[in-house]
């Protein structure tokens, strides 16, 4: 009967543990979507070298030329703009320049956002009620509204811009990080940290931002599709990426006067986004079901 006993305990236990144990399955959809991020990625890495030509280069004689399949050449396989300006060539350079302000700007998001929300689950007290106010604010206003006054008072450059870019979404990651960071506090490891004489900076960035960190990056495939689209309707609206520089957002904003008969020049830039946006807000969504403890 005791080994019985046993035997159902160990059991009981193994199937405890499966229950929290992060559940590595493999899934077509998220498979295909990391590799079509994986390749963006490297377009974007390499535009320079794999663009058949300058972003920026006109050819006047070629101008409005459709793509390939609609009648176009091979010279531009997927047609040129009102200058005569390779579409190709234009995603790929408009692909490197929206993704590093994409991953600029989420850095930016995600390093304030969680220092602030260490501060806030650490200081506690005044600290604590001044970031809370400033998440509520963050939160009610409009970041659109805000970045174009910002924008159009200040100019446009594009560090300016992708710090502003910045600050969208750092609320999302100060209010998630000081709700895992009380957590943690509760726990006895850091009460023997305290013990032992560690600082409250190590015992924060040593010790509890590590065991919270797979939820944060979580948040962040959340937020940097959300960003991502921010850049594009900001550069769709005239106040993002000016020219010569060029980037997703605003090849689709340049070519909206002609979308209902060089539809290709709005419309190409327009599914790129909207694959990107849905490549990594899928991926996000599996890194949740395996990393967030709290779905376990």
């Known amino acids: ?34 590799i079509v991020l994986v390749i963006f990625i490297m377009v974007a890495i390499f535009a ?44 790929f350079y408009g692909l490197r320049t929206s993704l590093l302000i994409a991953l600029g700007a989420s850095a930016i998001s995600l390093a304030l956002g969680t220092v602030l929300g260490l501060l806030a689950a650490f200081g506690r007290g005044f600290a604590d009620m001044v970031i809370r106010v400033a998440v ?36 999302r990651y100060a209010r998630l990080v000081r709700t895992m960071a009380g957590l943690e506090l509760e726990r006895g490891y850091v009460a023997a940290l305290r013990r032992n004489g560690a600082g409250t900076g190590r015992i924060a960035f040593l010790h509890v931002l590590p065991n919270i960190l797979s939820v944060v990056l979580v948040n ?32 689709v904003g340049a070519g909206r006067d002609y979308v209902m008969t060089e539809w290709w020049i709005a419309i190409l830039p327009g599914i790129v986004i909207f694959i990107l946006s ?14 967030d403890p709290t779905l376990h």
């Open 1 to 34: 009967m005791a080994n019985a006993a046993t035997g159902a305990d160990v059991s009981q236990k193994t199937r405890s543990e499966k229950a929290f144990r992060p559940h590595l399955r493999f899934d077509l959809m998220t498979a295909i979507c990391a």
């Open 220 to 251: 962040l495939t959340i937020v940097l599709p959300e960003i991502l689209l921010q850049e594009s309707a900001l550069s769709f609206l005239g106040l993002g990426i000016q020219p010569p520089l060029v980037s997703l957002g605003s090849m």
């Open 48 to 91: 320079n070298v794999l663009a058949p030509h300058g972003f920026a280069q006109i050819d006047l004689h070629a101008r409005k030329a459709p793509p390939i399949l609609f009648g176009g050449s091979f010279k531009h396989i997927l047609g040129t703009d009102e200058l005569g300006r390779d579409i190709l060539s234009r995603i």
């Open 136 to 171: 509520d604010f963050q939160a009610s206003m409009p970041f659109l509204i805000i970045a174009l006054a910002v924008l159009a008072f200040f100019g446009d450059n594009l560090w300016l811009f992708m710090a502003l870019l910045g600050l969208y979404g750092w609320e």
């Open 278 to 291: 849905l490549s990594i807000s899928l991926i996000g969504d599996y890194l949740r079901d395996v990393l």
